[in-house]
């Protein structure tokens, strides 16, 4: 016989939720990568990632060092890198002189402290001034796109076909001074374009993005949809060439310097002291091996700090494959 009794009743769902009166702490919710509070964006999230990377902690301190010894050399030398005396020529080691001596009689230490200076503010300036070049001719390509991105395209494919040291055989040797500036003209003027390509790629894509498209359908104009939706999203493979070509371009410095067209003395640069210190590497084996070393060094530092930047700001090369 039918009981109404055990017909089944209507079936009650339970919120669980705070209580009354309160609200969800920050700890309720999971960021991006177990981090409690809100999800970080990319920057956040990479700076993150930096900071839990060795390459990254090794190499910024060997290049925060660089730093310090280039503004302030005094800090671990006190002497003179134009003290010089012929009677030490090409001497080894001795008691408060490390490195040796030069043919000259300067001190090897001293001169590679102080060549630090003109290495790296070769190539802090002139990344700078390709990367501030290339990405403006690069989004303005990428960005107006038509008969505008083909003039820039065509023009950047000229200078890009130039080699760097060929340019520098030609324009710096009409040179006399030899000076740092120069040396930055050149390779700001015939480096532009690589940088250039990878901005006009970005802006491209980043152009296609929903969140530009609703931009431009809420009226906002060419510039502002630039300034403020495309380069902040497209800037990350700018920032990222940038850091490995500072190492690029000292190294390029102190290749043209050590041909002669680069820096020039009284200027203290590895590049100098490595193409005076060729000829008599048999002799004194030391003039070459502690500048040449130290250049190794830097542009090795820029090289692993440009990967793990680059590691950091690309979801693809993320450890366990997260976005």
Not at 18 to 40: D, I, K, M, Q
Not at 83 to 104: E, I, K, M, R
Not at 160 to 170: A, D, E, H, K, R
Not at 257 to 273: A, E, K, Q
Request: aromatic residues 6%; contains cysteine.
């Amino acid at each position: 016989m039918y009981d109404p009794t055990s017909r089944p009743g209507p079936t009650v769902l339970t919120v669980t939720g705070p209580a009354p009166g309160r609200t969800p702490g920050r700890g309720s919710g999971r960021a991006t990568g177990g981090a409690p509070g809100r999800p970080r964006g990319l920057w956040s999230d990479a700076w993150h990632d930096l900071r839990r990377n060795p390459v990254f902690v090794v190499s910024a301190l060997m290049i925060a060092f660089l730093v310090v010894i280039s503004l302030w050399p005094g800090l671990i030398t006190t002497h003179s890198p134009y003290d010089c005396d012929l009677a030490d020529s090409q001497g080894g080691a001795s008691p408060g002189h490390p490195f040796g001596f030069t043919t000259q009689g300067c001190d090897v230490y001293t001169r590679t402290v102080h060549g630090a200076r003109a290495s790296v503010a070769v190539g802090v300036c002139a990344t700078a001034g390709t990367a501030l070049l290339g990405a403006a001719v690069g989004g303005l390509a990428g960005f107006s796109g038509g008969w505008a991105d083909a003039v820039l395209s065509r023009i950047g494919d000229v200078f890009f076909g130039i080699p760097v040291i060929l340019g520098g055989l030609v324009l710096l040797s009409v040179v006399e001074n030899g000076s740092l500036w120069s040396v930055v003209g050149l390779i700001v003027l015939l480096g532009w374009p690589q940088t250039a390509r990878i901005a006009r790629g970005a802006v491209i894509t980043a152009k296609q993005n929903d969140y530009v498209l609703a931009a431009r359908a809420l009226g906002a104009s060419g510039p502002r949809t630039l300034l403020r939706h495309i380069a902040p999203n497209a800037v990350a493979p700018v920032i990222v060439v940038a850091t490995v070509s500072i190492g690029t371009c000292i190294a390029l410095e102190a290749t043209l310097s050590y041909i002669g067209v680069g820096l020039r003395p009284p200027t203290v640069s590895w590049g100098i002291d490595i193409s005076e210190a060729s000829d008599q590497v048999r002799n004194a084996p030391h003039m070459l091996l502690w500048p040449a070393g130290a250049l190794s060094a830097t542009v090795l530092a820029f090289i692993m700090l440009g990967d793990a930047v680059r590691d950091a700001l690309d979801p693809r090369l993320r450890r366990g494959g997260r976005t």
